[in-house]
């Protein structure tokens, strides 16, 4: 598969449990842990595999993207760590909603500016071929990605 095109199928199944989430009831507590459960695990293999491939083949390929890739590493650091307190928190604390609220906020940013601003970009200088390698490679890393947020590089300096 497409690196690019795998890339964004994540991307929409995520905005899936984001949609769902909104759809949640103030009191559906048990359904708004289960679906913040699945999206620290999507979002936490996600962004391994781009931190670990995607990124720096894009970056080696493509040297224009390169801020805008460092800028998409800034805010996955951002995102991990809300990820992670997220883990711990109860959905009942009157924190929960508002974060996960601002954590949705930060990744439609985050995804629109890949998907707008800088996947085009790659997809036109590397080529289907390059493209395909990079998008076996990562479904080949998806199975041993961590799921613990704090263990994706971008969650250290
Ligand atoms: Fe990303
Ligand atoms: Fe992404």
Redesign the pocket.
């Known amino acids: 598969m497409d690196a690019i095109v795998l ?1 964004k199928d ?2 929409k199944t995520v905005e899936k449990l984001f949609k769902e989430f909104e759809g949640a009831g103030e009191r559906a507590y048990k359904k708004k842990r289960d679906l913040v459960d699945q999206i620290i695990e999507e979002l936490t293999v ?2 391994h595999i ?1 931190e670990q491939i995607f990124y720096p083949a894009a970056r080696e390929g493509v040297p224009a993207t390169s801020d805008h890739i460092l800028e998409s590493v800034e805010e996955h650091h951002v995102v991990v760590w809300m990820l992670s307190e997220l883990v711990e928190l109860d959905p009942q604390d009157e924190r929960f909603d508002a974060k996960v609220t601002v954590l949705i906020e930060n990744v439609r940013h ?2 629109k500016e ?1 998907e707008e601003e800088w996947f085009p970009e790659v997809r036109e200088a590397m080529g289907r071929k390059r493209l395909q390698e990079l998008g076996e490679e990562m479904e080949k890393a998806r199975p041993a990605a961590p799921r613990n947020p704090l263990a994706l590089s971008s969650a250290r300096s």
Do not use: I, K, R, S
Request: net charge negative; glycine share 0%.
């Open positions: 890339l994540d991307h996600h962004a781009e985050h995804v890949e």
